[in-house]
């Protein structure tokens, strides 16, 4: 079996040795460091005096937040190596290290800690362990539970490098598959979007105020850390229309094939003044993150505007699902439903449903959301209406919403900002989760008399906080400011679990339909209303013994924990029995401004089924923030490794692969034989720049 990470292509083996010291391994790529000289750090204190210490070494204590037994001193840059020194022969410290920061990025830092984690190939004995790790001065402090042959080692007094040159040492055994330092880092606050409006998104995420009950958001920030989306995944929103010039919906790539069903043509913008829907529901979605207004769920996804024509008759339910399906939805957000309360769908219609969510994505599925709908009535069941307007309904009524009860569907229920059920949100036991949203009196639309409370009146307050999301440029819509702070309704929640779904999606694209669906279940958290419905004093805000509520489903979702169970089943199902490697090492000009860019290929002679992957790259570039990387296989599928997010940093060498590049997981069960090509473009003019080689490593 190759080992690819033991490879010289991967600049290891060949490093200089002046060079192995600022090498980091982490996660399976190679980080290139930098000594900052004017600090430096000791472990394993001896002594409880360090401004005693400072004053030997002619230092300055730091006392700043440190992990226990690590002291940071601040020293002239011209004395750091003799004060080091002098630290280590002390005898009041275990050792002394440089502190780092990641090269060209001078707000990081980077502390070394004694300890190093150790991943040996499983055929690899104790003995031969022994005899490894014997003359780096190292010894074994533990085993790490579930990873195979894997084991915590620690310098001692024996040890004469590093932690760093030590890991790069050990990388060059054929036993070792993987060897990385145990860094401290400092944590940091999470994702926060620049956009002006965010602070006002209590539903993406809060600290607490008026009107807000705790854990009432979604945790986007946490799942944003993860990931903010990617262009692959297109949300389609199917509405009265979307206001395509408004400028959270610009941005190269976020517009995916425009559908107008009611126009007949491909610009779906409002054409009546009552066609504002959309455009807000779109917003919770997928607003771009730019610095202007607001931010959706997934601000990096792609968004699919599509015009309904108003009505569902079975040729526009084939065409709306057929159009998402073929131009390449992922996620399918519905906040519509029929004007007649008992409407089942015809054979035409569940099956034009079934169709996306099983055939669509390539036979993964497309993820179809719909709203549950604004009435405070069942989404399947009886209610012995009256006190209707003309005794428009009057008697035990039967309330069947063909889409929200149909089995492909996530049916989406909506609850408050202070973690209660909406007032209006139709419930059953179709309900799969529910979102954040507004709260209201609850409200119906029917062909005779139009949108209209329902019946009983409410006689109490429905507290709760607005969405705050997109409106239509200018005058038309809900508010001039081309944003609205008092969105809501079930229509606010369904895309909004639309974003989360898009996310998971983004963190693991080998993921079904029904995967995606399960994860959304497995994670959302279990409100509870205790209450009764103000309308019915129904009780329906706790959980059965399946987990489930009526009102909620299986809960609120939560996006960083929906994310995170996404990633963890990125590669589960795929075990890798060989490697096949292959290098090319031909350099080659990226030529400068051109977006069409340049390709470098692979051939790959063996047939099998792809099961991991891995690129190596090694670029020189002047200015990398103008480059964007691809993975072209033979078969033509794309998996974009690397956007133009690199900034003023001019050397790349690095490992793309499963865990840190989800878009790669398109490319699994796919044939190994072929032309694989790595694609670069430069899509500004002004710098240049080489690919020195490129690596592919494919497990079978």
Known sequence: MTNPNNNPAEGNAQMPAENRGLVLQRGGQEMILEKINDRFTVGQLKTDDTDQLAMRLHAQFNPGKMPTQIAEFLVDPNEQEQAMRSARSSGQVGYASHVYQVKDDPTSRIYLTEQITVQFTPQTTATQI??????????????????????????????????????????????????????????????????????????????????????????????????????????????????????????????????????????PDPGENWEDHGTACAGVAVAEENGIGVVGVAPECALMPIRTTGYLDDQTIEELFTWATENGAAVISCSWGPSAVNYPLSLRQKAAITRAATRGRRGKGCVILFAAGNANRPTNGTINEAGWERNTLSGPTKWYGGFTVHPDVITVAACTSLNRKSAYSNWGREISVCGPSNNAPPGVGLPSIGYVATPPQLRSSTPGLGIVT????????????????????????????????????????????????????????????????????????????????????????????????????????????????ALSNNKIAIPDGATSGISSRINIAEQDQVKNLQVTVDIDHQYLGDLSIELIAPSGEVALLQGRTLGRRTKLQTIYDLQNTPNLQRLLDQSTRGAWQLRLSDAIDGDQGTLNWWKLTIGV
Not at 141 to 148: A, C, G, R, T
Not at 237 to 249: E, Q
Not at 487 to 506: D, E, I
Not at 519 to 526: C, G, M, S
Request: aromatic share 8%; proline share 6%.
């Open 130 to 267: 022994t005899e490894i790790i014997q003359p780096l001065g190292l010894r074994q402090v533990k085993p790490i539970e579930d990873l195979l042959n894997t084991f915590v080692m620690e310098l001692t007094a024996a040890t004469t490098e590093n932690p760093l040159k030590i890991t790069n040492r050990l990388m060059q055994e054929a036993a070792v598959l993987t060897a990385e330092p145990n860094i401290v880092v400092a944590a940091q606050s999470h994702y926060r979007p620049r956009d002006p409006l965010y602070a006002k998104q209590w539903h993406l995420n809060h600290n607490g105020g008026r009107e807000l009950t705790p854990g009432s958001h979604i945790y986007a920030e946490a799942a944003w850390d993860v990931t903010r989306g990617h262009r692959s995944i297109v949300v389609a929103v199917m509405d009265d229309a979307i206001d395509t010039n408004h400028p959270d919906f610009q941005g190269p790539g976020k517009i995916v094939a425009p559908r107008d069903f009611k126009g007949r043509d491909f610009q």
């Open 470 to 581: 997109t409106d239509r440029i200018g005058a038309p819509g809900y508010d001039r400011s081309n944003y609205d702070d008092n969105f809501g309704g079930t229509s606010s929640a369904c895309p909004l679990v639309a974003g989360v779904a898009a996310l998971v999606l983004s963190a693991n694209p080998q993921l079904t339909a029904r995967e995606v669906r399960q994860i959304l279940e497995q994670t959302a958290d279990k409100i509870l209303d205790p209450n009764p419905d103000p309308q019915f004093g129904l009780r329906k805000g706790t959980y059965e013994s399946n987990g489930r509520s009526d009102w909620f489903g299986y809960g609120k979702v939560n996006a960083q924990k929906a994310v995170n169970a996404a990633r963890s089943r990125r590669v589960n199902n795929y075990r890798v029995n060989r490697w096949l490697s």
